[in-house]
């Protein structure tokens, strides 16, 4: 069992900034990794960028470029710095864990936070 919880989630107009965090019980160093997804109504919830085990990070193509994601293994903390934001972005950000995350497409979340929503103005 791993718990997440996030935070920093709020409304922001477009092209601004925001940054979320995942306090997490265990970090990647216990065998898996932090991904951070993305969830509108009506819509699965879709990756949008990953931390593996060795530190590696995937971002999916509306990310890249725009998101950083980070981990502070001391802190157990997961980071999802988010810029120059559109609309588009809206939605309710997840913190989880998942068994692998190449592709942050196919990447299949297993324990979940509550979600933390972000709103992005025109």
């Known amino acids: 069992q791993v718990q997440l919880v996030e935070s920093g989630g709020g409304t922001v107009q477009a092209g601004g900034s925001l940054t979320l965090s995942c306090s997490t019980s265990?970090?990647?160093?216990?065998?898996?990794?932090l991904a951070w997804f993305r969830q509108v109504p009506g819509n699965d919830r879709e990756g949008v960028a990953a931390?593996?085990?060795?530190?590696?990070?995937t971002y999916a193509d509306s990310a890249k470029g725009r998101f950083t994601i980070s981990e502070d293994i001391a802190q157990k903390t997961l980071t999802l710095q988010m810029n120059n934001l559109t609309p588009e972005d809206t939605g309710m950000y997840f913190c989880?864990?998942?068994?692998?995350?190449?592709?942050?497409?196919?990447?299949?979340?297993?324990?979940w936070g509550q979600g933390t929503q972000v709103t992005v103005s025109p």
């Open positions: 989880a864990t998942a068994a692998w995350c190449s592709d942050p497409a196919t990447m299949q979340g297993v324990y």
């Open positions: 265990k970090p990647t160093t216990a065998g898996y990794c």
């Open positions: 931390v593996d085990t060795g530190g590696a990070t």
